[in-house]
């Protein structure tokens, strides 16, 4: 069992940035990759990024392409999405998520979920 946070979240105005945390809990965290949805109000869940379990690879949307980044530091067990330039088409609710299937972009691919943090970006 894998346990996820996020924090982070909060309301920003376009253009700003927002950095967000996820830490987990349990013994066998580099063994998941990691990745960031979110959700936009009446959208359907999306993938934004994702990162391996040694976080030698990365995947970003091309829609955040070039604005946002994710890392990892598996000494502290912690997931990290950096935001920049956001744009208000970037509100929704991030979540956190950890599976075994390396680069899967939907929700199937992962077996555990934080509960999410809310971003709002206003104009």
């Known amino acids: 069992q894998v346990q996820l946070v996020e924090s982070g979240g909060g309301v920003v105005q376009a253009g700003g940035s927002l950095r967000l945390s996820c830490a987990a809990s349990g013994p066998y965290f580099s063994t998941y990759h990691m990745a960031w949805f979110r959700q936009a109000p009446g959208k359907e869940r999306e993938s934004v990024a994702i990162?391996?379990?040694?976080?030698?690879?990365?995947y970003i949307a091309d829609s955040v392409k070039g604005r946002f980044a994710i890392s990892r530091d598996n000494a502290r067990k912690t997931v990290y999405l950096q935001m920049n330039s956001l744009k208000p088409e970037d509100t929704g609710v991030y979540s956190c998520?950890?599976?075994?299937?390396?680069?899967?972009?939907?929700?199937?691919?992962?077996?555990?979920w934080g509960q999410g943090t809310q971003v709002t970006v206003s104009s």
């Open positions: 998520a950890a599976g075994l299937t390396w680069r899967s972009t939907t929700t199937s691919g992962y077996e555990y």
């Open positions: 990162i391996s379990q040694n976080g030698y690879r990365t």
